[in-house]
């Protein structure tokens, strides 16, 4: 099925887009085609890796990321959060706090916010991406695109969803603006979106058709589209089929047999099992089409090697090129 037009491009005039899917589904591959893109469209791209797992850096061909942006690939820099870090930055930006180290009842609270509570801790991780979307460089914004490799699915709706359930606690003063900012960049469709990925198998389209309602109706964010990874779309021909049986039957066997070296029975074999998965794939993409008013782009199962050449291969797919 031919990819929806326009859908790439439209999830790249946002201004932040959060890839967001259970675990193993291809959360960081996405982002990292996401941000390629973009940057391949002459986009200044943050990727940001939310849990700091240099994953994100190496989908992009990189050793590693830091704190600090560093360039990862042709328009695109990368971050990784640490708490403790983006607390840091917090405090020396808006309460012109030189050092943490020197000031203990200061840590005790940072002990607070970086271990203990969920919602602080949350906030840290939007309050990083808000502050990079607002932040500007020589009087523009210091990025056109910023890309999220998010944390799994429920910790995903979390960070989302952190600035929203904070606003029910702080009644007013310059906290309250800050997180009023931030959930308005969350919540806003023009400028934030999620995509959510899944893979054609039960429980990650079960997922990922839970996080887009969590998404919409808990934290009211913006689903700009799913994307379904690693789908099987070669099926089987009947011709394939008559010739394999012929090459197995017993006229044929002994000579294939002495050719190959060994039983031919894994090109039975193989050909069974790319017709079960391309059935699978179609199942589940009906499943996920069903459930999903967005844009169902589908991604093959790549034969490249993890890395930035599966990265690559994903974005062509993504963008309806040939890699
Ligand atoms: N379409 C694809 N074809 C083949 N391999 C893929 C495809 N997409 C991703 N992969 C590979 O699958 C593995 C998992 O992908 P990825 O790391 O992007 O998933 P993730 O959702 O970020 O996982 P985690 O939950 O560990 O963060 C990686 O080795 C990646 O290179
Ligand atoms: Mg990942």
Redesign the pocket.
Known sequence: MPLPAGTIEALLQRRVVFVV??????????AAAIALLAGRAGKRVLAVDV?A?G?LAA?LGQRFAEFRPRVLQPNVSGIELRAEESFQEYLGLYFKVPRLARLTPLSRVFDFIATGVPGPRDMLVVGKIAYEERRRDQGRPAWDLIVV?SA?SGHSVSHLGAAKAMLTLVRGGVIRNQVQWIDDLVRDPQRSTCVV?ALPEEMPVVEAVELRQRLRSEVGVDVGAAVL??VMLMNTTPAQRSLVTALLDEQHAEAVRSRLGGNPQPFDDALELCRRLHERSEQHERQLRHAFREPVLQ??????K??LA?TR??AA?LSGRAA
């Open positions: 899917g259970k675990g193993g589904t291809g959360r960081t591959t996405v849990e797992t994953h989908a490799d799994a990925t990874n690693r991604v093959p199962l790549m034969t490249t993890p890395g599966t291969a994903v797919a």
